[in-house]
C-alpha cells in the first residue's frame, strides 16, 4: 500500500470513532442512559428509569403512556403515579 492509502484509511477509521463517539453523547445529553427497555405478557412494552425508579407502560403501538410508577425499594409494591 502506499502512502495515501493508508493515510485515507487512518483518517476514515478516525472519524468514524468521533462519529460513534458524538452519537453516543447525545444519547447521554438526552438523559437515556439507565433506561432499561423491557416487554410485558400483554404486549405491552416498558421502560425502567434507573436513575429515578420509575416505570413507563406503554401501549403496543407507542402512541400512549399506559402507565407510570414508582418504585421505592425492590420487593415492595409498585406506586401509580398515573393511568390512563
Known amino acids: 500500500m502506499n502512502k495515501l492509502n493508508v493515510f485515507l484509511l487512518t483518517v476514515v477509521v478516525a472519524l468514524s470513532f468521533v462519529l460513534g463517539f ?3 453523547s447525545r444519547a447521554q445529553n438526552k ?4 433506561v432499561m427497555p ?14 429515578n425508579g420509575r416505570i413507563y407502560i406503554y401501549d403496543n403501538n407507542f402512541s400512549q403512556c399506559l402507565f407510570v410508577g414508582q418504585i421505592q425499594a425492590l420487593g415492595q409494591a409498585i406506586q401509580a403515579i398515573s393511568k390512563s
Open 22 to 24: 458524538s452519537v453516543q
Open 38 to 51: 423491557f416487554m410485558t405478557s400483554g404486549d405491552r412494552y416498558g421502560f425502567f428509569d434507573q436513575s
Open 31 to 34: 438523559s437515556y442512559t439507565g
